[in-house]
Structure formats: structure tokens, C-alpha cells
């Protein structure tokens, strides 16, 4: 049998169940399909996981294919070049790719093609993780509680040897040659990313075996501060797929099984984050919680500038874009910080910090970034109650008291006292001078402060609910 492995988020060869099912059925070929509209930063990452996977499978006389047809053409042009006659893949849960694929697996069937899917995104395919009655759950404590009752399927063997279809020259709608997907940006934006981080499968496994073995019980106390490296950081690996989480999940519950509960919740998140988009599509891009249909957002495209590029004169929000922009990548605690400050202190529509975000994280997600942005927003599941506004300044000093996630993104501040640095618009004109910190030229004074945003935001939320205001955060 000659069987197409078409990959996407899905660049390993550990726990792979489609192309370890084909390597035992036949002879494969394995070939990664460009998908539609991703970030440039993800596409940047996903190029350097590519080369890794590709490098990998030759060391076991394989290659790597790649096409930047979609996944419908593309198969359609296996099957006349190539005379593949069974393809297998690991399902996705992107909204339209899941409708795209299920019509068009249908149709392959219909033709004689074998098709086979697969899990290998979630910990448990979305439909077994249901209410009793069958209805989806909308509240995360039960999904949770019925989660850990459930038996998660142990990983498949690592692909480690298999027998790969030959590819003739002629064969045009593959190639070989991974930069003809054009991943890799013409301008040089990309070495905060290179600094950070490393590519690849090995890289991945170590990441995450270093954070088990030696961190994750210190996970649950230190998972808030963003200055210190407190959690796993294994997103971006999530993401591209060069991690497979059953076997995060495995590993964590064989190696710390008592202290690890915190992170195992963590991962179950992500599971209530895909059932989410598998559930309710639509809150890909508008609001599950239709009353936010008609929210009165502002909108205000210089505000939107400056929230993107860390000029809002708000120290923790800044901070965290800075580092987002630099690195790929933010610490959870801000994530939800500058989502809150966006919507809410600046009542920017949240789909348009999603976009933001989808353009710039190494680990975006559909299924996370979804759920993190309607979460803050106070429009999605089990979401913050819209009248919990964050309060960068009390989340400054509650998660970062000695100001060090600050001064290491906002180096022009690093003079200033630890009270002072959290909001510099109240410091002494005293303090700012002997920092050499000069308001509205060296760092700007804030674009909507705590106090006037949180009103703004209160009456604004309180044209559609009614409720009572917390300042508990
Ligand atoms: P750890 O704390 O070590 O957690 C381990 C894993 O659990 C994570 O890698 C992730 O897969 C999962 N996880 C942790 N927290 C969450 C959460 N709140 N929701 C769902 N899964 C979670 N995560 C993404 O992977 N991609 C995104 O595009 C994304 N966008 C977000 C947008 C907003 C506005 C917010 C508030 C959160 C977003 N998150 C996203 C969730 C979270 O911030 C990241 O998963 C986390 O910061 C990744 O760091 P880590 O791997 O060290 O996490």
C-alpha cells in the first residue's frame, strides 16, 4: 500500500499515530500541507521544525515533503502523480480545516482511497470528553473532575524506521525543498526568537523532561511570576506539534505523579480550550456570549498601535508586548493582564488582540488563543466575570514586587525605585530625574490610566449586564 502521511501541527516522530500506523501498512510518504493564514511568527518557527523533521527522517533513508497546495489538491495530485492509495493523518480541530477534511474524507472513500485519522493533537478526541447526557460542558471544575476519571491512551513508539515511497523528479506538486514555502520573512525580525529558543523534536523532549524532573513541583507557587522561569514553556513545541502532550501527560504522571497535579490541570485546560472550538466554531471569531455581539468597543486605532508595540505607559502591559514582540512569546500572567487592559481599559474588540497575538506568538494556538482572548474579554466559557477589571498596578506587585520582569523589557525604566517603576506617572519629578526617566519622551505617560479606563470599562460592560463592580484583583 502506498499511503500520503500528510502533517501539520504535527511535526515529530514520537508519539506520531498516523505515520507510526502507515509505517507498519505500507510504504509511505510523508508531506506537510501549508496551512491558510498563519502568524508570521509561527510560520517562522514552523520552518525551522521542518528542516528538523526533514533532517531526522534522513537519517533513516526517508525525506520530507512539502506542499503549499491546499490539503484537498494536494492529495488529489498524490493520488494522479504518485498513485497513492490510502492517505493518513492526525485529525485537526481548526474549525474549517475539521468541515474541510471530514467532506472531503468522504469523498476519497468514495473513490477507493483508504482514509485513516487519527488523535494526536488532544489528550482524548473531543466527543469522549461530553456530559453525560451528551451535551458539551461550558464550566471547566467538572469537565475537569470528569477528565481525571478518564483513561488517557498510552503513546505510540516513535517512528523509527519505515519504508518511503520514491519520488521521481518529475513529481511537481511536492518538493523537497522546504524554503520553497517561503516561512522565513524577508526583514530580520527574527533573533529575540533564535536567542530564546531551541528548534526541533530533541529540543522539545529535553525541554520538557528538564521541567518535570527538576520543576514541576515547584510549578504550582511559582506559575505567577513572570520574572521567574516557573513553568514549563513547552507552548511553542505544543503548537507546532514537535511535542506529542499524551506524552507530556504520561511522563509527568509516571515521573512526579504526586506533585504534579497543578501542570496536569494546566494541560487540561488546553483540552477544555479545544473542546471549546470543536464545540461552539463560531467563537473562532465572535462571541460566545452573544450580548457581546453588540458590545459599544471603542476602537481607537492609536490606542490599538500602542498596546501593540508596548507604549501605553503602563509598565506590566508594556513589558509584556516587548516581550512578545521580541521573543514570540509572553508569561501567562501577563497574557491575561494585557488582554484585560485591552478590552477593558481600552475597549479594543478582542478579536483584534487575538489577531495580534495570532501574528506574533510562536505558540499560537486556534483552540488557546480563542479561549484566552473571549476568557478575558468576559465573552467566552467560564470567563472572567466582565466586571473583574485587572489592575496592572496591584498585578505588579502582587506578581512582580521587585520589578524585574519590568526593568529586563523596559530597560529605559530600570532607574526607578520598585514602588515607582510599577507606575511612573506618580513618581516625584525628583525620582523620574535622577533615573534620568523624562514622561512623554523617554517612556510615555499612560494612554488610559487604571482608574479612568476602569470606569469607562464598568459602564460600558454595564450596558449589557447588570452587576456589581470587584476590585478584588
Ligand atoms: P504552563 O503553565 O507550563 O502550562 C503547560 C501547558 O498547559 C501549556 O503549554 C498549555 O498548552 C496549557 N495551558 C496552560 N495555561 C493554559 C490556559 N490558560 N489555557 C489553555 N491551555 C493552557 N496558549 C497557547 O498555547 N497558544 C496561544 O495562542 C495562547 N493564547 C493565549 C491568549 C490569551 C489572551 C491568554 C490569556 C492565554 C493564552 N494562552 C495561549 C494560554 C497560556 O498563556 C499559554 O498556554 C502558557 O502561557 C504557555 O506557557 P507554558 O507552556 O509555560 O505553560
Known amino acids: 500500500m502506498k499511503i ?9 516522530l514520537h508519539d506520531h499515530p498516523a505515520m507510526h500506523q502507515a509505517s507498519l501498512d505500507g510504504d509511505i510518504l510523508p ?8 502568524g508570521s511568527a509561527f510560520k517562522y518557527w514552523t520552518h525551522g521544525h521542518l528542516k ?4 531526522s527522517l534522513r537519517k533513516f533513508d526517508g525525506d ?5 497546495h491546499s490539503f484537498k489538491e494536494t492529495i488529489e495530485s498524490l493520488i494522479e502523480e504518485l498513485q497513492i492509495n490510502a492517505v493518513y493523518y492526525n485529525r485537526s480541530y481548526h474549525p474549517d480545516q475539521r468541515i474541510r477534511d471530514e467532506a472531503f474524507a468522504h469523498e476519497l472513500d468514495e473513490k477507493g482511497i483508504l482514509v485513516k485519522t487519527f488523535e494526536g493533537t488532544m489528550l482524548l478526541p473531543p466527543w469522549k470528553a461530553v456530559k453525560e447526557n451528551g451535551e458539551p460542558y461550558k464550566v471547566f471544575t467538572p469537565f475537569y473532575k470528569q477528565f481525571r476519571t478518564k483513561t488517557i491512551p498510552q503513546a505510540v513508539p516513535k517512528v523509527m524506521e519505515a519504508t518511503f515511497i520514491e519520488v521521481p523528479q518529475e513529481v511537481t506538486c511536492i518538493s523537497a525543498t522546504i524554503d520553497s514555502l517561503k516561512l522565513v520573512p524577508s526583514l530580520d525580525w527574527t533573533k529575540g526568537i533564535d536567542e ?3 528548534v526541533g523534536e530533541d529540543a522539545a523532549i529535553e525541554q520538557v523532561k528538564t521541567f518535570i524532573d527538576e520543576d514541576v513541583a515547584a510549578y504550582k507557587h511559582l506559575r505567577d511570576f513572570p520574572s521567574i522561569n516557573g513553568t514549563s514553556r513547552i507552548s511553542p513545541y505544543l503548537a507546532v506539534g514537535a511535542l506529542s502532550v499524551r506524552s507530556v501527560y504520561h511522563y509527568a504522571l509516571k515521573m512526579k505523579p504526586d506533585v504534579c497535579e497543578a501542570f496536569i490541570r494546566q494541560l487540561i485546560w488546553r483540552e477544555f480550550a479545544y473542546h471549546m472550538i470543536v464545540h461552539y466554531p463560531q467563537t473562532v471569531s465572535r462571541p460566545l456570549n452573544e450580548k457581546f455581539d453588540n458590545f459599544p468597543w471603542l476602537n481607537n486605532e492609536d490606542h490599538y498601535r500602542k498596546w501593540c508595540h508596548g507604549q501605553t505607559g503602563i509598565p506590566l502591559i508594556d513589558a509584556g508586548m516587548r516581550e512578545l514582540w521580541l521573543t514570540g512569546y509572553m508569561h501567562n500572567r501577563v497574557r491575561m493582564n494585557v488582554a484585560s487592559y485591552l478590552t477593558k481599559h481600552l475597549l479594543i ?20 488563543n480563542t479561549f484566552g482572548w473571549q476568557w478575558a474579554s468576559g465573552s467566552g466559557a467560564d470567563a472572567a466575570p466582565y466586571f473583574r477589571i485587572f489592575n496592572p498596578y496591584l498585578q505588579s506587585e502582587k506578581f512582580d ?3 524585574t520582569y519590568i526593568r529586563k523589557w523596559i530597560p529605559e525604566l530600570k532607574g526607578l525605585s520598585n514602588k515607582d517603576i510599577i507606575e511612573p506617572d506618580q513618581a516625584s519629578a525628583e525620582a523620574l530625574e535622577d533615573a534620568g526617566v523624562v514622561l512623554g519622551k523617554t517612556y510615555p505617560f499612560p494612554i488610559v490610566t487604571h482608574k479612568a479606563g476602569r470606569t469607562r470599562a464598568l459602564l460600558a460592560y454595564g450596558e449589557i449586564k447588570n452587576s456589581k463592580s470587584d476590585e478584588s484583583e
Open 196 to 198: 530564546t529558543w531551541s
Open 52 to 55: 528538523s523533521l526533514q533532517s
Open 31 to 38: 508531506v506537510y500541507v501549508l496551512q491558510e493564514n498563519l
Open 401 to 403: 514586587n521587585e520589578a
Open 4 to 12: 500520503a502521511v500528510i502533517l501539520r501541527n504535527d511535526l515529530r
Open 349 to 368: 474588540d478582542f478579536t483584534k488582540g487575538m489577531e495580534w497575538f495570532w501574528d506574533t506568538l510562536i505558540d499560537s494556538d486556534i483552540a488557546n
Open 64 to 68: 520530507l515533503y512539502v506542499s503549499s
